[in-house]
Nanobody, 125 residues
Framework: VQLQASGGGLVQAGGSLRLSCVTS????????VAWFRQAPGKDREFVAA????????SYEDSVKGRFTISRDNNKNTVYLQMDSLKSEDTAVYYC???????????????????WGQGTLVTVSS
């Protein structure tokens, strides 16, 4: 099973980026796919999650109204559209997925068994 994250880069504050997470090598369906981020010197934190079937979404408070998580089931891909970016959004962004995770755990990084390699987002002020 592989998760491939891409789409990071350097952007000015107020700009936009779209991250992609392509999953492959699995015959089962995910229950939830999520994005986490880790800034230098900080712990990894939850950003957003989406249920593969049904599309339930959850967001960390600081990104609500600015970030949108979506999925394309046919392409086994989850997207994170990031608008109105701020310098504090600078971090390495990781996608994570799990087939058995329960709703109460979707904001917890250790609850996910599969991880992508991370993509760096740098927002200049």
């Amino acid at each position: 099973v592989q998760l491939q994250a891409s789409g990071g880069g350097l952007v000015q504050a107020g700009g936009s980026l779209r991250l992609s997470c392509v999953t492959s090598g699995h015959t089962f369906a995910w229950r939830y796919v999520a994005w986490f981020r880790q800034a230098p010197g900080k712990d990894r934190e939850f950003v957003a999650a989406i249920r593969w079937s049904g599309g339930h979404t959850s967001y960390e408070d600081s990104v609500k109204g600015r970030f949108t998580i979506s999925r394309d089931n046919n392409k086994n891909t989850v997207y994170l559209q990031m608008d109105s970016l701020k310098s504090e959004d600078t971090a390495v962004y990781y996608c994570a997925a799990d087939r058995g995770i329960i709703l109460s755990s979707i904001r917890t990084s250790r609850a996910y068994n599969y991880w992508g390699q991370g993509t760096l987002v740098t927002v200049s002020s």
